[in-house]
């Protein structure tokens, strides 16, 4: 008997590759699977394409109902969507709340999140977000959502009352819910059950109708209705795959079966004006972030991660070497001298590949100023191009940033460290990119290499010596976790030393 987890990853593993497929391949079986005919899961799927907001790209043919026409969604409404996968119903759901509104797709399989993330981009949306997570855990605050979406998914988990519980959670007093997944009605044989393709084709992790209903009810949902229901016709081929000829009989004979349902419950309370987007409280989001940023101004107050706080306020600020200050002092005079004279401050970090000290510099640079408020630009550059090491991307997500990834070789990266700030776009470069400053920047020289190695570069009007050691000395040893980890929070300490400095 397989654990919650290993049932869960289970489903990740599958969702991966079906993330990538077309919908094509995707539709000869409900949720991917591959075992099926395409006769059963035509069935499941309702047809979305004359269904407003519809993206076919988001539409892998995975739902088994449309809850989107049933969730009452209004303008300016915030939607949560369990199980997102690639936006399908974000989408059509975006299409119903507006510009006003705000979409959250949850998923926990990374593939599905990009593809959505693509999606949402292309469109433009900057009030769909994707986040990464569990929705036996949903990352969000209480009471955030006017409604709560979600399309064959509940099928999938195997805690549905913890889900159920957490939808409760989220939900503002008065908000509501339409979930379409599939329910079993009577015993099915265990044979059937029991396969791992058909569990994540959605039927195995099925539960009875009435538990299901009960689970709603007992988390404290009023109003409970079922909005639709179909019944879904097993052909033959795979009832002989599992099914004995005397359990063919008795399924056929129509007390047992398999329903696609939509169910819409109601969280008790009374529902209160709705907030602006400007003024909405999205609450600390513990998984990834906004993909497409919330149209939030810079320097307005920003929600940090609170992991990367928890690693901002660990820093060994107070161990930092005298001879260090002094060279930080530096940097410290410069940053100052151009903010009294009311000038644009942009720190080019440059090292030789701008694979990993020169891009932790930057980033680090770039959080501390904006966690102080300090209007800075930060940028990082190189003298060949290669790619942000995934070592150190690794290593900033350890911490607590929030990355999204996109292409192959040296892709590029949007780091987020909080809810609503602007990403901070790191791939690899050379310090003169068309990106950087041409002029009127602070060359910050953080390898001996490149320090050496450049003696002029072009249109800085300051250089700074700042030189950490490579963490990549220890690539592929035990402790090449453990140096990432310590050349990152070494940079981290300083910038936020010296920016600590200039807020003084
Ligand atoms: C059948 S697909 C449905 C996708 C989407 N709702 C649609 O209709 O296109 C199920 C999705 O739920 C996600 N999923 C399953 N269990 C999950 C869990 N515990 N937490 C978050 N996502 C989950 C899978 O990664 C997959 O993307």
Redesign the pocket.
């Known amino acids: 008997m397989k654990n919650s987890e290993e049932l ?1 990853e289970i ?2 593993e ?3 590759p ?2 990538e497929q077309d919908k094509s391949i995707n539709a000869a079986s ?3 699977a591959t075992t099926a005919s395409i006769k059963v899961y035509n069935i499941m799927m309702d047809d979305y394409s004359d269904v407003e907001g519809y993206e076919a790209d ?7 109902g449309l809850p989107t026409q049933y969730a009452h969604i209004a303008e300016g409404d915030t939607v949560i ?9 974000c989408f059509v759901a975006r299409h119903e709340t507006g510009v006003e509104g705000k979409v959250i797709g ?4 990374p593939s ?1 999140i990009t593809k959505a993330r693509i999606n949402a981009e292309k469109l433009g949306f900057n009030n769909v977000e994707f986040i990464e ?4 855990d949903i990352p969000v605050t209480n009471e955030m959502a006017d409604v709560v979406v ?9 805690d549905k009352e913890k ?1 159920i519980r957490e939808i409760y959670r989220v939900l503002k007093p008065g908000g509501h819910f339409s979930i ?1 997944d599939i329910v079993l009605v009577g015993q099915l044989p265990d044979a059937l059950k029991k396969d791992a393709e058909m569990y ?1 084709g ?1 039927v195995a992790g099925a539960i009875q109708k009435v538990d299901y209903l009960d689970h709603i009810k007992q988390s404290g949902f009023k109003g409970i209705q079922i909005q639709k229901e179909k019944v879904i016709t097993i052909p033959e081929d795979i009832l002989y795959k599992y099914l004995s000829e005397s359990e063919i009989i008795q399924f056929s004979k129509g007390e047992t079966g398999i329903f696609s349902i939509s169910v819409y419950a109601e969280k008790p309370g009374q529902k209160l004006e709705k907030p602006r987007l400007n003024s909405q409280n999205y609450g600390q989001i513990a998984v990834n972030p906004v993909p497409v940023a919330v149209n939030i101004m810079k320097h307005n107050k920003l929600t940090f991660f609170p992991k990367l706080v928890a690693a901002v306020k660990s820093l060994s600020i107070d161990s930092i070497s005298r001879e260090r200050k002094d060279m930080l002092q530096v940097l410290i005079q410069y940053i100052r001298q151009r903010l009294d004279d009311k000038r644009d401050v942009k720190l080019n970090f440059i090292c030789t590949h701008n694979s990993r000290r020169s891009q932790f510099a930057q980033i680090w640079a770039q959080t501390a100023a904006d966690y102080y408020g300090i209007e800075v630009k930060c940028y990082s550059g190189g003298v060949e191009v290669t790619s942000f090491n995934e070592r150190a991307v690794e290593t900033i997500k350890a911490e607590g940033f929030m990355v999204t990834k996109i292409g192959e070789r040296n892709p590029t990266y949007s780091i987020f460290h909080s809810q609503n700030a602007e990403p901070i776009s790191a791939f690899s470069k050379l310090y003169d990119d068309p990106v950087n400053p041409a002029s009127k920047f602070s060359a910050i020289m953080t390898c001996s290499h490149a320090d050496e190695n450049c003696p002029y570069i072009p249109g800085a009007e300051a250089r700074i010596s700042l030189n950490y050691e490579d963490p990549k000395e220890y690539d592929n040893t035990k402790e090449e976790e453990m140096k990432y980890n310590e050349r990152s929070c070494q940079i981290a300490a300083e910038m936020f030393y010296v920016f600590s400095m200039i807020e003084k």
């Open positions: 869960k489903v990740k599958k969702y991966g079906i993330a409900c949720c991917g988001a539409d892998l043919g995975l739902g088994c969507d369990l199980g997102s996968g690639a936006g399908n119903d949850i998923d926990f399989t599905m997570g569990d929705i036996d979600s399309n064959c998914v509940l099928n999938l988990v195997p889900v379409s994540a959605c």
